[in-house]
């Protein structure tokens, strides 16, 4: 059997499967990774200075409106090929969930029910001082036309500036969504890990974590990332093009008599 038969069979036959998802799934959408240089009015700027506490303490306006361009951003995307396939992949024989270090919500828009957001979402921001979410409202969202910074606003509660409820550098994941990552991979036959580095820890860790507790892993990258271990196969290629394909042969074979 290909590596490509052998990835068909795993996913027909398991009854839990975890998608793993990383920058590469959302990249089809137009939604830039980290390693990609910036355009417009932050073609000067390096993310990696722009997501820490110590920025946003410095500079609360330049954050702040980083926060509100890429918002805009994620709010423009649409889901592409690849999370309309992950979601298509849950019926009544297969459970799905969706473990994902992107903070867009691509997958939910594509109709994914069952999504553990490891690095937090854009969707909504928190208090920076009392970490209480917070709604904004249309007028606080808006991204000046002439590319002027404007202050967060003010937690109603406490007072403190409000800040996007990610998890920015040196910041640890939240213990509920890591908790729930770990349950769910524990728990899988079969994890399906898709566009992902596997350089950023812990989240990095968990393939491992499956193949230790008996799962099946598969690689879906634009690059190599299979470490050779057993029971771990690697799909090269775009999700956006993988996924649709491993959708489309076990939907095929659910219809072929035995």
């Known amino acids: 059997m290909t590596v490509t038969e052998q990835a068909v069979d795993l996913l027909q036959k398991a009854k839990k499967v975890v998608f793993f998802t990383g920058a590469g799934i959302s990249a089809d959408s137009g939604i830039p990774t980290y390693r990609e240089k910036l355009s417009g009015i932050w073609a000067g700027y390096d993310p990696r200075d722009l997501e820490t506490a110590k920025a946003f303490r410095e500079n609360a306006a330049l954050v702040w409106g980083w926060y509100l361009w890429r918002r805009l951003r ?6 592409n090929a690849a999370h309309l396939a992950v979601a298509r992949m849950a019926g009544s024989q297969r459970q799905v969930s969706v473990i994902t270090q992107n ?8 109709g994914s029910l069952n999504v553990v957001h490891l690095h937090g979402s854009l969707a909504m921001p928190k208090c920076f001082a009392c970490h209480r979410p917070a709604v904004v409202s249309p007028d606080q969202s808006a991204v000046p036309d002439n590319g002027a910074l404007i202050e967060p606003p003010r ?9 996007p409820a990610v998890v920015w550098y ?3 994941l939240p213990p509920q969504a890591w908790k729930a990552a770990v349950l769910l ?29 008996g799962a099946s892993v598969i690689h879906v990258n634009k690059a190599d990332v299979a470490k050779g271990e057993e029971r771990e ?6 999700a956006a093009e993988v996924l649709p394909m491993l959708l489309e042969r076990i939907l095929v074979l659910a219809l072929t008599p035995n």
């Open 103 to 110: 903070i867009d919500n691509l997958h939910e828009r594509a």
């Open 170 to 172: 040196g910041e640890d």
């Open 185 to 213: 991979v524990k728990d899988c036959d079969l994890m399906i890990s898709v566009g992902t580095s596997g350089i950023v820890m812990p989240a990095a860790g968990l393939p491992d974590l499956a193949l230790a507790s």
């Open 74 to 79: 994620f709010a423009q995307a649409e889901p």
């Open 233 to 238: 196969f690697m799909l090269m290629g775009a």
């Open 155 to 163: 937690c109603q509660r406490c007072n403190g500036k409000m800040r």
